[in-house]
């Protein structure tokens, strides 16, 4: 009987062995198939995750998409933003934290949310920014009504400080820095600071007297006058084309000032022109941005000075393409 049961026994164990190898190779092979899927997804949404938090609190890559800092930084060219310079953002546009000790230094390039900027609703413009951030800056969904792309960042050199005052003569910047007594002149405040030498201009001086004229005629035009003094025709007559100002900042000023001698009751123009002849003061807490590329950029000249809680970022290097790696001075 003893044989018996060691037989009965010996071939239960022997079925009862070869169905569960045959069950866990089914469980295998069902594992296999959908692992194979689910590390795919899984490792997707690591990596998404994973560039979603280093572009958030760490670094950010970011594709420049205007000539506004030429020759420092070319358009489309692509560079990597510390996001941990001036403070981190809790999320895309949101509050900073660890913050109070951070601050913008003169001469940084930095990124800031555009002041200009049409907000399409809270949800779109965080989740466009999660889209550009997650596909390492290659998608930018945020389009304005020609479809061209949104600038909601902006790229510029921190040039005026709280306390400082800046007027601008034929597009030449001339500062007031906290503490100074009189305004100098941007080049040589530069080299007696040390600061880069990257900013530069384009614009030919003698150009000025051809657009002051234009400025001028297109005020008269504006007044509804209709004889304009030969001087300003002849001078006009020296631009190649007036399609466009070479020096929009100028033009504006130019026109504002001259309205006024034409109209001193106008009290919007000489409100206007006023502000001109102030300049622009820098309060506290605040940056004026201007580009390196001064004659065409736009820049704090047109919106003013940004806060520093709209500053997210500072450009440390450019990553592509590859024959320029390397720093921006």
Sequence with gaps: MEKVYAFLEAKAVKHLTKRKALKATEKA??????????????????AIVAVLLINQFLFQLFVIPSPSMVDTIEVGDRVVVSKMSYGTEA????PKIFDSTKHVVRDDIITFYNPEYESKGPVFDILSQIVYMGTLSLVNIDRN?????????????????????????????????????????????REENGLSQQPQRSIDPEYYTAQDAWARLYALQESGIGQAPNHL??????????????????????????????????????????R??????????YVLPLGDNRDNSHDGRYFGPVSEKDINGRVLFRFWPLGRIGGLD
């Design 145 to 189: 009504a020609d479809g061209s792309i949104a600038e909601r960042l902006f790229v510029k050199r921190a040039v005026g400080f709280p306390g400082d005052r800046a007027w601008f003569d034929d597009g030449n910047l001339m500062i007031r820095p906290a503490g100074y007594a009189e305004a100098v002149l941007e080049a040589l405040f």
């Design 233 to 274: 025709i002849q001078d006009y007559s020296a631009l190649s084309s007036a399609n466009y100002p070479g020096d929009r900042y100028a033009f504006e000023e130019q026109r504002t000032l001259y309205s006024t001698l034409i109209d001193p009751s106008d009290v919007e123009a000489r409100s206007a022109a006023s």
């Design 29 to 46: 092979r069902k594992r296999t198939i959908l692992s194979e899927l689910w590390s795919w997804v899984d490792a997707f949404l690591f």
């Design 91 to 94: 999320y895309p546009s949101g």
């Design 276 to 285: 001109y002849r102030a300049g622009i003061y820098v309060p506290e807490g």
